[in-house]
């Protein structure tokens, strides 16, 4: 999946700027807040419906302006298709080829963005649900059903916490905790074989890119105990979830981490051994995106040499021209580059000007 055009306008200190990069290595050079992490953070908004940056949904939206709005034209499977989003008064409007869309997802679906810069460092060693995030993300552009499913659940779940919170009668609990364990299962199916196909992606990708810290591992919680079953967990803990107002069993409650062989934990990893650890899982991603959808997804990389040695960073640089894939990479400074397919952009609150 190739993005051919961008267009942002009320977004951050963007009032309205252009962006047509190359399908392959795109540099976008600029002073500190000149807009560089802006341009990727709107694709990863089209793809994820969401900022990878704090603040919530409305938070890009600059100081002065009542909405955003994003339009991209991209390239997928041969045919190029044009998306527009806008998010106004805390809701969203799409549109996908001229015809509006009463849901977000036919955008995500046809949009692939990874990303990776400094916040995704919480992919290592921040909480549960930065993981989750991952894994579930990844599982819906193998499963679209996957998002009904959650959506499923999180009404069941929301009914099961209001008859905590409520004092209800046992029984009423039954329907509701029978509804959340049947899709717990399939949902915790998804999720196994996703990581299970990831697995040996993240591996070869962990010996290329941390050969220091050994050979890696998967561990995989589901968020129960699967020997008992949800069904049972949910009514054994029912007199303590009623204690403290909601579920504490499921789903919304898994995780998954590598191991090292020659690192104890993931807290006995340096900050630069943390984040060139969260670069392997954003390279593995990507190319079992490409195994399994037939593309590359767009690459994104923020400050890629942040707290990353001159090693790493060249190996990236090599992983990527190496591949028919298109990144996106933000720096202070103009790259030393003779790769002809490597194009170069100048990022000032004004406009993207190619050098």
């Not at 921040?126 to 819906?140: H, K, Q, T």
């Not at 103009?334 to 609150?349: A, D, G, K, L, Y």
Request: hydrophobic share 35%; proline share 5%.
């Amino acid at each position: 999946m190739n993005i051919n055009l961008l267009r942002l306008s009320n977004l951050r200190c963007f009032e309205s700027v252009e962006f047509s990069p190359g399908p392959a290595l795109n540099w976008l050079v600029g002073g500190n807040g000149a807009g560089k992490t802006t341009v990727l953070e709107a694709a990863h908004i089209l793809s994820h419906g969401r900022s990878f940056r704090a603040g919530g949904r409305s938070a890009p939206r600059r100081q002065t302006a009542s909405e955003f709005t994003l339009y991209a034209e991209l390239c997928r499977g041969g045919a190029t298709h044009r998306l527009g989003m806008t998010r106004r008064d805390e809701q969203w409007q799409a549109r996908l080829d001229g015809s509006d869309l009463s849901t977000l997802a036919p955008l995500f679906e046809i949009s692939p963005v990874v990303c990776f810069g400094p916040e995704s460092l919480s992919l290592i060693t921040g909480p549960a649900e930065e993981r989750r995030n991952f894994l579930d993300w990844s599982v819906f552009h193998v499963e679209h059903e996957s998002l009904e499913l959650w959506r499923r659940w999180r009404r069941a779940l929301r009914q099961r916490n209001l008859l905590l919170r409520t004092g209800a009668p046992d029984v009423e609990f039954q329907p509701w905790e029978q509804e959340l364990a049947s899709l717990a299962g399939r949902i915790h199916a998804m999720r196994s074989c996703c990581l299970a196909s990831l697995e040996s992606f993240l591996a070869e990708e962990a010996e290329w890119l941390t050969p220091e810290l050994g050979s890696m591992r998967i561990s995989y919680r589901p968020g129960w105990d699967e020997a008992a079953g949800l069904l049972n967990e949910l009514a054994t803990h029912r007199p303590r979830d009623r204690e403290r107002g909601y579920t504490q069993q499921g789903p919304h409650r898994a995780d998954w981490s590598l191991h090292f062989t020659r690192v104890a934990q993931r807290e006995h990893l340096s900050r630069g051994q943390a984040k060139a650890v969260a670069l392997v899982c954003v390279l593995a991603q990507a190319r079992w995106l490409k195994q399994r959808i037939g593309e590359y997804p767009l690459l994104c990389l923020d400050d890629l040499g942040s707290e990353l040695d001159t090693a790493h960073v060249g190996k990236v640089i090599s992983w990527l021209a190496d591949k028919p894939i298109q990144s996106w990479l933000t720096s202070t400074n103009e790259p030393n580059s003779s790769e002809s397919t490597t194009r170069v952009f100048h990022v000032e609150h004004t406009g993207i000007t190619s050098v």
